[in-house]
Nanobody
Framework: QVQLVESGGGLMQPGGSLRLSCAASRITFSIYTVGWYRQAPGKQRELVATITRGGSPNYADRVKGRFTISRDDAANTVYLQMNSLKPEDTAVYYC???????????WGQGTQVTVSS
């Protein structure tokens, strides 16, 4: 069974930084598009960023210029560096892995990010 485990969340003041990690297992990680989504209380899950197997990133407008997604295929891990955090970034952040050209898609259980003064 595919497993995705997020880590790195926590409490941070506005303007601070956090780095999230998502470690994948039991998949050929390098052939998947990976990304981060988030869900705030009472809201739908939304795209944060994705990165293709070729390393091309894509960001939601709300995080562009502040967040950076990267991947380490040797470590089966995707990262989300979050800088200049805002209270509106508060959410549970979920790792997502999908295989292009197929319906295969997997989710982690999420890590809480809270931005508060």
């Amino acid at each position: 069974q595919v497993q995705l485990v997020e880590s790195g969340g926590g409490l941070m003041q506005p303007g601070g930084s956090l780095r999230l990690s998502c470690a994948a297992s039991r998949i050929t990680f390098s052939i998947y598009t990976v990304g981060w989504y988030r869900q705030a209380p009472g809201k739908q899950r939304e795209l944060v960023a994705t990165i293709t197997r070729g390393g091309s990133p894509n960001y939601a407008d709300r995080v562009k210029g502040r967040f950076t997604i990267s991947r380490d295929d040797a470590a089966n891990t995707v990262y989300l560096q979050m800088n200049s955090l805002k209270p509106e970034d508060t959410a549970v952040y979920y790792c997502n892995v999908r295989r292009p050209g197929t319906s295969l898609k997997y989710w982690g259980q999420g890590t809480q990010v809270t931005v508060s003064s």
